[in-house]
């Protein structure tokens, strides 16, 4: 067997098998966006993400300033939807001898716009060689109560932090490799490139009953939580709303803007539910059952569970 | 300027100067073996360490539950140098689509058997495509006082957990690629796949000014508890224990023993000071001054630092 054959959710829950967690003080293990131990009066959160040079970005494409922001982005995201506020990380290099310093100084400022930006402080880290490069970030959060994917409840209401789909729109248009980008398209490419991890709205998951950060894509992130609630998900359509810009995207390349909006990964929104109102965009509700559909006027459809997979 | 050109250490100190700490809760940032924050009635711990392959590990050579032991031991061994018990990790795996799952699981016994030795859980993880494999684990520690390179003082004894050298020794062998080993070389090889870190000797460590654990080499070790705490360090060569199978070792191949036990890196041993009598290998002591040295019957030389470097 190879490891591409488990697919990478399935690669993740079997090798966990193989390390069971039997302490008290863990209130939160695997399959959640961060790890949550109690320690004394406080919840702590941990997370980890990487990224990977021909994995997650192009050496001679990427600014390396918007690589370092957008990895502690992906990292301050995951503390975020658990509820968190981002402390302190770590960050792992793994580097080709002949790399260019400067390449290496721009992910660090890029690292140190983050920090500016969310708050946290990097602690600790090590270097080692490597042929590709690698940079990997953990980081710690603190929370009083600890929200995730497991707490959606029958009668939620199902919110996003912002229309979706932009990040997947510019992606593309980045690897069109145009000599020319219109205005909108420039700003759907820095939506790819420079996402922002939605701190500003720590209030709002903290009344939450469940949150997840949108980095697999909209659909595939759902059905994490209607997994670990054991609830029914219903997207309701015409509650989708298309930003302007994708729709200018979608118009001009003759694309389908839900496929974006259902599907788009590395978005760092957050989808909550919660029986309360929210001042968030409502875009369908929770039920009991299992799984995630679209209803619109004509009828009702489950939505396979697909997003981004690494394998 | 290439990366090499800065050297291992030289890059860190570099980077982590634009990323700046101010936080009043950081104990220890940058430039020992863990980072330390303070929480509550707490002091914890964090450090991160790799395996990257073709650079710490040949894929087809090693026996991948080693490579997790090793991984798990790297790790341990500094947040026990700084005075603390391992209690939670992250693994960030970075893996080729076509890599043989038995390989990974392997990895996975391995760090199951540290656990359960060690006694800490892996909470949490993450897992990427690459081109090489690469396995990188997080840990956090917990102590009540933090022990670390800069504690050491003026008339302390230099202690050592065990005679040294054996690592390096191991590893050569593994190099020669022999179809076959005597008895004493399959047990030093055991030293450099099976390294174990001295948790054993924690309460040795609570009671001294400064530790470090011995992964770069004695000497290149002992130059950090040196610079972290001003001081000069002398080591007594009549003091240096040669272990008999790194006796044997060095009578067959034709080796200088201090060669060995002063520049083996991986070893996983401890170097500690103090000003009591410790139960361990007194190897020298500390005086007003800078740098590191060793004192024969003849006379007294000034050690160059030096020891493995990744750059």
């Known amino acids: 067997m190879k490891v591409r054959d488990f697919g990478e959710f399935g690669l993740i829950e079997k090798l966990n098998q193989i390390l069971p967690i ?65 402390r302190w990380a770590l960050i792992s290099l793994a580097l080709p001898k002949d790399l260019d310093y400067d390449f290496i100084k721009g992910i660090y400022e890029g690292i140190k716009q983050a920090q500016d930006y969310y708050g ?9 060689s490597s042929s590709q490069v690698m940079i990997d970030m953990s980081m710690v959060g603190q929370t009083d109560r ?12 199902v919110y996003v932090s912002s229309e979706l789909g932009l990040s997947k729109a510019g992606l593309e248009l980045i690897l069109m490799n145009k000599n ?20 500003d709205l720590l209030d709002s998951v903290l009344q939450a009953n469940s949150c997840i950060d949108i980095s697999d894509g909209l659909v595939s992130d ?12 219903v997207i309701e359509q015409e509650y989708l709303k298309v930003h302007p810009d994708l729709e200018l995207f979608c118009n001009k390349y003759g694309k389908n803007p839900y496929d974006y909006i259902l599907y788009s990964g590395e978005e760092y929104q ?42």
């Not at 946290?120 to 080692?128: D, E, L, P, Q, R």
């Not at 020319?180 to 701190?199: G, N, Q, S």
């Not at 759902?222 to 998900?233: A, E, F, G, M, N």
Request: aromatic share 10%.
């Open 222 to 233: 759902l059905w994490h939580i209607s997994k670990k609630s054991q609830v029914k998900i």
């Open 180 to 199: 020319f980008y219109e205005d909108f398209e420039e700003r759907l490419i820095k939506r790819h490139y420079r996402p922002t991890a939605r701190l």
């Open 22 to 86: 039997n302490d008290k003080d863990v209130i939160v293990g695997y399959g959640d966006d961060c790890a949550c131990v109690k320690l004394d009066n406080t919840l702590l959160l941990f997370t980890v993400d990487i990224q990977v040079e021909n994995v997650h970005f192009l050496k001679d494409r990427i600014d390396p300033t918007d690589l370092g922001w957008k990895l502690s982005t992906s990292n301050v995201s995951d503390i975020v939807s658990c509820g968190g506020r981002p």
């Open 146 to 157: 600890f929200v995730g994917r497991s707490g959606a409840k029958v009668g939620d209401f």
């Open 270 to 311: 957050l989808a909550l539910t919660s029986n309360k109102e929210m001042d968030l965009m409502k875009i369908g509700y929770v039920e009991e059952g299992e799984g995630v559909y679209i209803k619109s006027k004509s009828q009702i459809v489950k939505l396979d569970e697909k997003g981004f997979r690494h394998f």
């Open 120 to 128: 946290f402080f990097t602690i600790g880290g090590n270097v080692s």
